[in-house]
């Protein structure tokens, strides 16, 4: 289903309040690496994977893996909002024994499909489940969201070099292009750029695209639906650290800072949502 621009950004907004007031109520980090990805999580979930959240262990259901599993405050909100579990679930994240950790556990909540929280991972296990869904002769497509940091793995290009030599068509790659990492900007650490190219030399359809423009991102999507596909699809998706309270953007400290009580509700109130 094709939703207006207007009420993803609404379903966007929210979601990111919920990850916010999480960060508050449980003291965990990684806040901004989770804002930046919301808008294709939006995307993604309401539009483009094919699931039933009353069927999450569907055998013919879309894969999607969380490979920067530090944002998964993210995954879990867009979940929960997708009815695959109960807000109570969420209400207990990171409490002691509790289902949701600070980033996700094998089989921890249904709709989560893999452990994630060593970076450099997801596109092996997402290249091992499009070339399962070959060899099972099954119809699904499986989809991968890597940080750009993530990318200065070699694992991640060992398995992008494997994706093109089988000619996995059914696996795209979202990478969430936020110019940061953990310690300072992404081009100081490696050279990432030109990081479409990079894909592209390495044998995949790659686009490069707006990751908070809803129309940009379903666009490029819309290539992975195209019947007969033999290349995997990486789509470069420029996004902003903290996207959505202007005292977060681009600002590297949300990485570790947690909000206070002042700060929640000055989000809110930016979110349109107090």
């Given at each position: 289903?094709?939703?207006s621009?207007?009420?993803?950004?609404?379903i966007?907004?929210?979601?990111?309040?919920?990850?916010?007031?999480?960060?508050?109520?449980?003291k965990?980090?990684?806040l901004?690496?989770?804002?930046?990805?919301?808008?294709?999580?939006?995307?993604?979930?309401?539009?483009?994977?094919?699931?039933?959240?009353r069927r999450?262990?569907?055998?013919g259901?879309?894969?999607f893996?969380?490979?920067?599993?530090?944002?998964?405050?993210?995954?879990?909100?867009?979940?929960?909002?997708?009815?695959?579990?109960?807000?109570?679930?969420?209400?207990d994240?990171?409490?002691d024994?509790?289902?949701?950790?600070?980033q996700?556990?094998?089989?921890?909540?249904?709709?989560?499909?893999?452990?994630?929280?060593?970076?450099?991972?997801?596109?092996?296990?997402?290249?091992?489940?499009?070339?399962?869904?070959?060899?099972q002769?099954?119809?699904?497509r499986?989809?991968?969201?890597?940080?750009?940091?993530?990318?200065?793995?070699?694992?991640?290009?060992?398995?992008?070099?494997?994706?093109?030599?089988?000619?996995?068509?059914?696996l795209?790659?979202?990478?969430?292009y936020?110019?940061?990492q953990?310690?300072?900007?992404?081009e100081?650490?490696?050279?990432?750029?030109?990081?479409?190219?990079?894909?592209?030399?390495?044998?995949?359809?790659?686009?490069?695209?707006?990751?908070?423009?809803?129309?940009?991102v379903?666009?490029?999507l819309?290539?992975?639906?195209?019947?007969?596909?033999?290349?995997?699809?990486?789509?470069?998706?420029?996004?902003i650290?903290?996207?959505g309270?202007?005292?977060?953007?681009?600002?590297?400290?949300?990485?570790?800072?947690?909000?206070?009580?002042?700060e929640l509700?000055?989000?809110?109130?930016?979110?349109?949502?107090?």
């Amino acid at each position: 289903m094709i939703h207006s621009s207007e009420h993803l950004e609404r379903i966007a907004a929210e979601l990111r309040a919920e990850v916010i007031g999480l960060s508050h109520r449980a003291k965990t980090p990684h806040l901004g690496s989770s804002l930046s990805c919301l808008d294709l999580l939006a995307v993604l979930y309401w539009e483009f994977l094919r699931i039933d959240p009353r069927r999450p262990a569907s055998p013919g259901r879309d894969r999607f893996i969380l490979s920067k599993g530090h944002a998964a405050p993210a995954l879990y909100v867009t979940l929960c909002r997708r009815g695959f579990f109960s807000p109570q679930l969420l209400a207990d994240y990171a409490k002691d024994g509790a289902a949701l950790a600070e980033q996700p556990a094998p089989d921890c909540a249904p709709g989560v499909e893999w452990a994630t929280g060593s970076l450099g991972h997801g596109l092996s296990v997402g290249v091992g489940m499009a070339l399962a869904e070959r060899i099972q002769k099954r119809d699904y497509r499986t989809v991968a969201l890597l940080s750009d940091g993530e990318c200065n793995e070699g694992s991640v290009w060992e398995a992008a070099m494997f994706a093109a030599a089988q000619k996995l068509g059914s696996l795209t790659v979202l990478v969430d292009y936020n110019k940061w990492q953990a310690t300072g900007r992404s081009e100081e650490v490696m050279a990432l750029a030109p990081l479409r190219d990079k894909w592209e030399a390495f044998g995949w359809e790659s686009y490069e695209v707006d990751g908070h423009d809803f129309a940009e991102v379903r666009a490029a999507l819309a290539c992975a639906e195209l019947p007969d596909r033999t290349k995997p699809l990486a789509i470069v998706a420029h996004t902003i650290k903290g996207r959505g309270v202007s005292f977060m953007e681009d600002d590297n400290n949300w990485h570790y800072r947690i909000p206070n009580a002042e700060e929640l509700a000055a989000a809110r109130k930016e979110l349109a949502l107090e």
